[in-house]
C-alpha cells in the first residue's frame, strides 16, 4: 500500500520561505512521478509543480522563479522549496504519486499560511 506522508507546512511571512518533504512507502519510489498540488479556501485544487521519474519539471506560471521541486530516490522524498512566498500562496498543499499504470495516491496535506 502506498503511503504518501507530508510535512514542512506552517506559517511564514510575505517573502519567507519554507521547505516541504514528502516521504513515500510502499512502492519503487523511482519509478514514480511525482507533484504537488495546492488548494486554497473557496477554489478548486491546483497543479503547483511536478518531477517525472527521470527528473524533469513542470511548473505553474505562479510559482516559477520562486519554487523548486526536487526528489532523491535514496530517501523515497520529494521535496518542494518555497522561497519569496506571497499570501497568495496560502494553502493546503498535497503530495501526489503516480505510478506506472497511472494510478494516483494522494498525501494528507499540509496547511501553508503566508501572512504578517
Known amino acids: 500500500q502506498v503511503q504518501l506522508v507530508e510535512s514542512g507546512g506552517g506559517l511564514v511571512q510575505p517573502g519567507g520561505s519554507l521547505r516541504l518533504s514528502c516521504v513515500v512507502s510502499?512502492?519503487?519510489?523511482?519509478?514514480?512521478?511525482m507533484s504537488w498540488f495546492r488548494q486554497a479556501p473557496g477554489k478548486e485544487r491546483e497543479l503547483v509543480a511536478s518531477?517525472?521519474?527521470?527528473?524533469?519539471?513542470y511548473y505553474a506560471d505562479s510559482v516559477k522563479g520562486r519554487f523548486t521541486i526536487s526528489r532523491d530516490n535514496a530517501k523515497n522524498t520529494v521535496y518542494l522549496q518555497m522561497n519569496s512566498l506571497k499570501p497568495e500562496d496560502t494553502a493546503v498543499y498535497y503530495c501526489?504519486?503516480?505510478?506506472?499504470?497511472?494510478?494516483?495516491?494522494w498525501g494528507q496535506g499540509t496547511q501553508i499560511t503566508v501572512s504578517s
Open positions: 518531477i517525472s521519474s527521470g527528473s524533469n519539471t
Open positions: 501526489k504519486a503516480r505510478d506506472w499504470s497511472g494510478h494516483n495516491y
Open positions: 510502499g512502492f519503487t519510489f523511482s519509478s514514480l512521478a
